[in-house]
C-alpha cells in the first residue's frame, strides 16, 4: 500500500482518482481548501485534510504532506483572477514541489494541460494567458527539481464516462473525459517508467495500460 496526497482534492478529476486509488487498497489523503466539502472527499475513501495551499507556507505544507509516498497536484484557481491564477497554478504548485522535497517524497505527478509550454504564443490580452504562463513556469520548475517527477498533458476536459483508452502525443486529438485523466494519474503512479515524461493524450483507440507502459 502506498500513501498518496491529493492537492485540490475536491476537483473533478481528483474526486475519480481517489476513488481509483483507495479501490486499490492505497491511503489517500486529499486536500481540500473548503470545509463544506470533506463529506463529498470521505465518500471517496480518502482523508480529508482542510489545507488552503493558496495560503501555506512551504514548511506548513512540508507538515501537510509529510508520512506521504507520493503527491498529485490537481488544483487550480479555476479561472478567477490572473492574481489568483498566478497564486495557485504556479506559486503554491512550486512551493509545493519544495515541501515535497523537504517531507521526503520523491514521486510527484503534476496534472498540466496539452500543449503547456513556456512559449505557448498567447497575446497577454488572451484571457488564458495567465493561466499558460502559471502553468508553463510550475511544469518547468518541476522539471528542474530532483523528484521523481510526470506531467500529464491532456487535451480539453469533458464530463463524460471514462473510455478507458486514449491516444498519446502528436495522435492526441479531439477531448479527454475527467475521468480518463484520473486514469491516466493512477496507471502512471503505478509505473516508474514514466518518470521524466511530459505526456500529452486525449480520448482515444489505445488501453490506457498499453499506452502507458509505452512510455520510456
Known amino acids: 500500500m502506498t500513501k498518496i496526497a491529493i492537492i485540490g482534492g475536491h476537483g473533478k478529476v481528483a474526486l475519480h482518482l481517489a476513488r481509483l486509488l483507495t479501490t486499490a487498497g492505497h491511503d489517500v489523503s486529499s486536500l481540500i481548501r473548503n470545509p463544506e466539502h470533506v463529506d463529498d472527499v470521505t465518500a471517496t475513501g480518502a482523508t480529508p485534510l482542510v489545507a488552503d495551499v493558496e495560503h501555506l507556507s512551504v514548511d506548513e505544507m512540508t507538515k501537510a504532506l509529510a508520512g506521504h509516498d507520493a503527491v498529485v497536484w490537481s488544483a487550480g484557481a479555476g479561472g478567477g483572477s490572473a492574481e489568483r491564477t498566478y497564486a495557485v497554478d504556479r506559486d503554491a504548485a512550486i512551493r509545493s514541489m519544495d515541501a515535497a522535497a523537504q517531507a521526503g517524497i520523491n514521486r ?39 523528484l521523481n517527477w510526470t506531467i500529464l498533458g491532456p487535451s480539453t476536459l469533458t464530463l463524460a ?15 479527454t473525459s475527467r ?38
Open 108 to 146: 510527484y505527478v503534476m496534472v498540466s494541460y496539452l500543449g503547456s509550454r513556456a512559449d505557448h504564443g498567447a497575446s497577454p490580452d488572451n484571457g488564458m494567458f495567465a493561466y499558460y504562463e502559471a502553468k508553463a513556469a510550475a511544469d518547468d520548475y518541476l522539471r528542474a527539481t530532483s
Open 161 to 175: 464516462a471514462a473510455t478507458g483508452s486514449i491516444n498519446v502525443g502528436s495522435k492526441a486529438t479531439g477531448d
Open 179 to 216: 475521468e480518463n485523466v484520473a486514469l491516466v494519474a493512477a496507471a502512471v503512479l503505478a509505473d516508474d517508467n514514466t518518470v521524466g515524461a511530459f505526456i500529452e493524450f486525449a480520448d482515444g483507440d489505445v488501453p490506457i495500460g498499453e499506452a502507458i507502459a509505452a512510455i520510456h
